[in-house]
């Protein structure tokens, strides 16, 4: 019975947080709402493996991004391949006036644009605010390659952005 | 590469918060003396907050009470597959265990309770056989049965 307490806790706890991470992974509301799903009842049947004295955000999404990485690679619709750098911006001004406008829309579209991979990090640094060891955990994959595939997104996104201004 | 530049490809990083303290303090030191460093730091970080703000897409109620419940079927099926597991161990060391037991029980009251039956099973070997063919009869059947529910189970989920 405290077992099943915990879980469903743990639901209502990151319900937001979660679907939010897997919308922005996968785009598609019905494929976040199935991987939701799909992440609790893998959650269930693993919680006997997950070592308490790690963290549990980073296990659950670590959890979510197999399961969501595994659905684009069957799907195939986007590569997951890490894309090439793209010039940094060469006008700061254009920035400081997007900056200077309501744009939440305008950010959320531009970063919908960006390759899965660089939606993931953005998502899992700003919103989650996971620490880079843990987004490192979450995607498996070492640090430095992390933090180069952050500044890779952000420089990404700033130009996405200055191109719609 | 000159400290204007190498401090430039840190900028986004440190808005971000993802820096080491010493890369933090070099990055903060040179925008302090550097202008355009200072508002491209400023830049940066603007856009940071920008993405830490951005509206949270609620997970409709529907689909976490849908979750809920599929999460309490699958702890009752796990519990159940352990309470199976627990059984299956049970009957397998109980059909052991009778194979073994039978050999001593057989030789102690051979002389004695079995004489009086007078039939073949008075011979060791054969009550031996008879007996842990049952065992592990009865252990059979009862895996083939935990099998198949567990596959049921597996197949409602």
Same mark, same amino acid.
């Given at each position: 019975?405290? +077992? ?28 976040? $709402? ?41 799907? %195939?619709? +986007? ?7 793209? !010039?940094? &911006? ?20 531009? =970063? ?16 989650? $605010?996971?620490?880079?060891? +843990? ?16 500044? %890779? ?13 | =590469? ?25 990055? $903060? ?5 550097? $202008? ?12 940071? /907050?920008?993405?830490? *703000?951005? !509206?949270?897409? &609620?997970? !409709? ?8 419940? *599929? ?10 597959? %352990? ?15 009778? /194979? ?11 002389? /004695?309770?079995?004489?009086?039956l007078d039939a073949r099973f008075t011979e060791?070997?054969i009550w031996?056989?008879a007996?842990?063919?049952? &065992? ?15 596959? =049921? ?5």
């Amino acid at each position: 019975m405290a +077992e099943e307490d915990s879980l469903v806790t743990l639901v209502t706890r990151y319900q937001h947080r979660l679907y939010r991470y897997l919308l922005r992974l996968v785009r598609d509301p019905a494929t976040a $709402e199935d991987l939701f799903q799909q992440t609790w009842l893998r959650v269930v049947q693993n919680i006997r493996r997950y070592d308490a004295l790690r963290s549990f955000e980073a296990w659950l999404f670590s959890v979510a991004h197999n399961l969501a990485i595994d659905h684009l690679r069957r799907q %195939r619709l +986007e590569s997951l391949d890490e894309p090439p750098a793209e !010039p940094a &911006a060469s006008d700061p001004d254009a920035l400081e006036r997007c900056l200077a406008s309501e744009r939440a829309g305008l950010v959320a579209a531009s =970063m919908s644009e960006l390759p899965a991979l660089y939606r993931e990090v953005l998502t899992l640094r700003f919103e989650e $605010e996971l620490k880079l060891e +843990e987004i490192a955990e979450v995607v498996h994959a070492p640090l430095s390659t992390v933090k180069s595939r952050l500044r %890779r997104a952000l420089e990404s996104l700033r130009s996405k952005l200055e191109t719609r201004v | =590469m000159s400290e204007h530049q190498t401090v430039g490809e840190l900028l986004a990083l440190a808005a971000a918060g993802v820096l080491t303290a010493g890369e933090q303090r070099r990055v $903060e030191d040179h925008a302090r003396a550097c $202008e355009a460093c200072a508002r491209q730091l400023e830049a940066w970080r603007a856009l940071s /907050g920008e993405l830490r *703000r951005l !509206p949270t897409p &609620a997970a !409709p109620a529907e689909l976490v009470a849908r979750t809920r419940a *599929r999460v309490f079927e699958e702890l009752a099926a796990a519990a159940e597959r %352990r309470w199976d597991d627990a059984v299956l161990v049970f009957l397998s060391l109980f059909a052991w265990t009778v /194979g073994v037991a039978v050999w001593a029980i057989v030789r102690l009251v051979n002389n /004695g309770l079995l004489a009086l039956l007078d039939a073949r099973f008075t011979e060791p070997v054969i009550w031996l056989t008879a007996s842990s063919v049952l &065992a592990w009869l009865t252990a059979g059947v009862v895996a083939v049965l935990v099998g198949h529910r567990r596959r =049921m189970t597996w197949r409602n989920l």
